[in-house]
């Protein structure tokens, strides 16, 4: 067993106070996170897991099913999700900004660094977090769990954009339309 460090996004809004924010507190301990440490960002609850499981994948799947215990709580994302710009792959690959902005140039490394995906013609277009993590696997410059866990993120944030079924059927609609 390992514990996983992670965070959870949720659509719970509302909360005010630091009552409010206490009470739900008690109610995820209720839950089973006891591991977690709520938070607020906006309007919006985050939490903060240290989760100790077999994976990653159990880790963040268990956090969710026992955050969902909660009446009018739904898990939207786990963060940092699929989609990072060069200052938050730095952060979760434990490198620096400027190391990977010399990759993307060319000027370091063995070449071949990935393109950006998204906001391509921005000044701060994005990136796929597990292609990053994959060259820099590749590169011999982290561990390649790390690799795993940003798949294992992208996944389980595909899976819960697609948990509703609007969604779902326009993904589905627009698959077949390209296929």
């Known amino acids: 067993m390992k514990y996983y460090n992670f965070y959870l996004v949720t659509d719970k809004n509302g909360i005010k106070t630091d009552d409010d924010l206490f009470n739900i507190s008690d109610e995820l301990y209720e839950a089973g ?10 309007d919006t609850l985050y939490l903060e897991f240290d989760r100790e499981a077999e994976s990653f994948e159990q880790a963040i799947v268990s956090a969710i099913k026992n955050v969902e215990l909660l009446p009018g709580v739904k898990v939207t994302s786990v963060d940092a999700g699929e989609w990072v710009g060069l200052t938050d792959a730095a952060v979760l690959s434990g490198t620096t900004k400027a190391s990977l902005s010399r990759y993307n140039k060319g000027e370091r490394g063995a070449g071949s660094f990935p393109c ?35 798949k294992v993120t992208a996944t389980i944030n595909m899976s819960l954009q697609l948990r509703d079924i609007s969604t779902f059927d326009k993904v589905s609609t627009m698959t077949a339309v390209l296929s």
């Open 116 to 150: 950006p995906q998204q906001r391509i013609s921005s000044r701060n277009p994005l990136w796929s977090w597990s292609e990053i993590a994959a060259w820099l696997a590749q590169q011999g410059k982290v561990e390649p769990e790390l690799v795993e866990i940003a």
């Open 33 to 42: 996170c006891d591991d977690a440490t709520p938070a607020v960002y906006g």
